[in-house]
């Protein structure tokens, strides 16, 4: 017998703010992606162009914590 489990009022709260929290990572992301991709930036700013990598390689470390919690309380809640 599986035992059903409800998820707190905090938890329905975060699963329902993940999705855009995943987009807004996804899209800021896409935007340094951008910047990142031509090169230009380094030129210009190196110290940017290095903030930049950084925060690009921050988002996906995000991502995946936000993806990985997302899963989680969807299962939880089935």
């Known amino acids: 017998m599986q035992r059903t489990v409800k998820l707190s ?3 329905q709260r975060e699963l329902e703010a ?3 929290r995943i987009a807004e990572l996804e899209e800021e992301q896409k935007s340094i992606g951008a910047q ?4 230009t ?10 903030r930049l990598s950084e925060r ?5 470390e995000e991502l995946l914590v936000a993806l990985e919690r997302w899963e989680e ?3 939880k809640r089935k």
């Open 9 to 11: 009022f905090k938890e």
């Open 18 to 20: 993940l999705p855009m």
């Open 36 to 39: 990142l991709a031509d090169g």
């Open 41 to 50: 930036i380094f030129a210009k700013d190196a110290k940017e162009g290095a």
């Open 56 to 60: 690009h390689a921050e988002i996906e």
């Open 73 to 75: 309380l969807e299962t």
